[in-house]
């Protein structure tokens, strides 16, 4: 056992493996809870734990008085229809509040430390990509948290996702066709319109984009919300993320990953990136400090695959950094000093108590 992850996780990763291999084939019935506890001598709860995972993203599914069956459907192509979303009560997910931002007594005293040990240094101009610290801050979280391992050569700051939107048309080119969830955040497809570019808007099932509309569309840009898509609150199955990576197996062909509120997930581990799944290196991975501090900063930040570092610094690498030094830094100490977490690890754990007293389970 890897004494450094939870017994549960290791399970969990075990028995994931088997079911995307092939181990389990779909509408298969896995082993019982108890079952697989004394195989793996672990506890009944700890199995419970990661069957739960499981289920909660899509690989399994529980029916009732008879077990655990496996849902996940291997890459045989486009054949199932999902139904559309239901109309009825919204998902149980953490929707953020006011009150929920980052304390500002702690934004507060970091920016009176950054001050004090930057001085002058704040003054200066950023690098275009972003400042050294900041980037190599995300770099170290996104691998402690979502198991990407990237270097900060990787990373691109900007003034939120907007701006990055655009610098995604700008490198990959307006000549191509955009696919966008419908219905989406607004702004992505304002954006991409305003930048000159065709939209092939692909409705939504309940597990995510409709099977056939991915199949027939032309498009080679693929612009997801994998996590939880606004306004539907559609999360995207294990199945249906496996599936976007395989419509992108096709050359020149790329997915954007918008993680929106991702940070907010009430699993028990951190949620799954497509950039982590995918290992074509043609996915761009975005994200933002809006949910997780404050609307009011306007920091946003792109994770290149390597592979388009240099049409990135050959297309829009001349474009300055749009987000002051000063906000930066602070975002950097946030991010290394352990703060950053903490609030997200508060926010998580309140709100599944929250659920817990409503007899609800986290999704």
């Known amino acids: 056992m890897n004494r450094q992850k939870p017994a549960y996780l ?61 849902i996940y459907r291997p890459l045989d192509g486009f054949v199932q229809v999902s139904p559309p979303p239901p109309r009825s009560a919204a998902p149980q997910r953490y929707t953020p509040k006011q009150e929920n931002y980052f304390p500002f007594s702690v934004l507060a005293r970091t920016m009176r430390r950054v001050m004090t040990e ?7 101009k950023s690098p275009n990509t972003g400042c050294d610290a900041l980037r190599q801050a995300i770099a170290r979280y996104l691998a402690r948290n979502r198991g990407m391992n990237v270097s900060a050569e990787q990373i691109v ?20 066709l955009y696919a966008i969830e419908s219905p989406s955040y607004a702004k992505i497809e304002q954006v991409y319109r305003a930048k000159g570019v065709q939209c092939d808007l692909l409705p939504l099932a309940h597990d ?16 997801i919300t994998p996590y939880r898509s606004f306004p539907s609150g559609v999360t995207a199955s294990a199945s249906k993320r496996r599936e976007y990576i395989h419509w992108a197996d096709t050359d020149d062909r790329f997915i954007v990953e918008d993680d929106f509120e991702s940070e907010f997930s009430l699993l028990r581990k951190p949620e799954e990136t497509v ?38 610094s050959e297309t829009v690498g001349f474009y300055s950094c749009t987000v002051p030094a000063f906000e930066q830094y602070v975002l950097a100490q946030l991010m290394d000093n352990g703060d950053f977490e903490r609030h997200i690890n508060r926010i998580r754990r309140m709100e599944r108590r929250k659920l817990s007293g409503k007899g609800v389970k986290p999704e």
């Open 118 to 124: 930057y001085g002058d240094a704040l003054l200066s």
């Open 275 to 312: 950039f982590f799944q995918s290992k074509k290196e043609n996915v761009i991975y975005l994200n933002t400090f809006t949910r997780t501090v404050s609307p009011s900063l306007r920091v946003g930040y792109m994770v290149l695959p390597l592979r388009l570092i240099p049409l990135f």
């Open 10 to 70: 290791q399970l969990y990763e075990s028995l994931r493996e088997k079911i995307t291999q092939g181990v389990w084939a779909f509408g298969e019935r896995i082993p019982s809870r108890r079952e697989t506890a004394r195989e793996e001598s672990l506890s009944v709860i700890t199995v419970e734990h990661s069957y739960e995972l499981l289920c909660q993203e899509g690989y399994i599914e529980s029916r009732a008085r008879s077990g655990y069956y496996v």
């Open 157 to 176: 700051i900007g003034s939120g996702a907007e701006y990055l939107y655009g610098l995604v048309v700008e490198m990959l080119g307006r000549d191509r």
């Open 208 to 223: 995510g984009i409709q099977s056939a509309a991915l199949a027939a569309t032309n498009a080679s840009v693929l612009h």
